[in-house]
């Protein structure tokens, strides 16, 4: 074997077959500790090749089969799916709604795939952090706790005084209060603002943030999405890419939709890296609403929506049939990386 060893590349890998890219993680070849000294030569290739064609004999049509064990890191993927945190709720004297959260920054290392463990930097243990959710002209109270290492702050989208914009640093071991009126009502997001902003964000500090307005929308299934990716090798080039920080979550297991059912999804793209990442259904269509502020505005009617870095919007679905409807990022290299997934509709 030559002295002069290569890393693997996303991009060798993707050239190489992404059936089983990353299957072959779990498969004994290519184990998490060892994966990046990989040498490109052509044994290795070879090697490489054999675990990829006897992880394709158990591969579905569409590549990789992640297989349906609920480890860690997909659990919170899918708890991260529905749930919203609504804040502990109280009435200030004026009659006004507070609500309020707690956050605490955290060095934590989370599961991203079967068997890949990554060094992140989140919000109260996970990536993305909690969705936070109220209703336009509620005073929102976030007690935000800095227990990592590094200085942590809290930027939220929306509008608030410039004294809660999150750019002054909270240093380790200790609290700022971030206090605002929430409005105006939309999609929106949250996420440090500490530089290098490249490195906090891509670490893992960022959430939904969805503000209701206070008419209520129709009711629908609500189901929330962070679209993002990680850098395993810290190279300024991501090698995995998730919905709410699991790969392949939701094809692995699915997500249950009804027939006719309005469901309603709060998309949000915060990858790094890559100048755009993007939203695609199958057998459909949906109506997309850029940030979603008013409930009345003129949706896009499409089956596929592009996002930069904390662009956002709420797409509406009905589901005309049973049937597994697939979507993915179009960037078909991000989709083979691990952003895939199926809704399942049953009557």
Sequence with gaps: MAEDKKL??????????????????????LKPGSWFSKTADAS???ELHAALQEQSKH?????????????????SAIEALTTFDYGKISTRADGKTVREYELVAMDTEVEIAKGIKFPG?????????????????????????????????????????????????????TQFIYEFEAKPAGMHVYHCHIPPLSKHIHKGLYGNFIVDPKTPRAKARELNMVMNGFDLDMDGENEIYTVNGYAFAYQSWPIKVKVGELVRVYLS???EFDLLNSFHLHANIFRYYEVGADPDARPIITDTVMQCQGQRGLLEIVFPE??????HAHQSEFAELGWMGFFDAKR
């Design 8 to 29: 693997v590349s996303r991009r060798q890998v993707l050239k190489w077959g992404a059936a089983g890219a990353l299957g072959v993680f779990g498969s004994g070849i």
């Design 44 to 46: 290795d290739k070879h």
């Design 59 to 75: 591969a579905s049509m569409h590549g990789y089969e992640p297989g349906t064990a609920k480890t860690a890191g997909l659990e």
């Design 121 to 173: 930097w989140t919000y109260n243990g996970t990536i993305p952090g909690p969705t936070i959710r109220c209703t336009e002209g509620d005073i929102v109270r976030v007690k935000f706790w800095n227990g990592s290492v590094h200085p942590h702050s809290i930027h939220f989208h929306g509008v608030h005084p410039t004294g809660m914009d999150g750019l002054e640093p909270v240093v380790s071991g």
């Design 269 to 271: 793209n915060m990858t």
């Design 322 to 327: 049973p049937g597994k409807y697939m979507f």
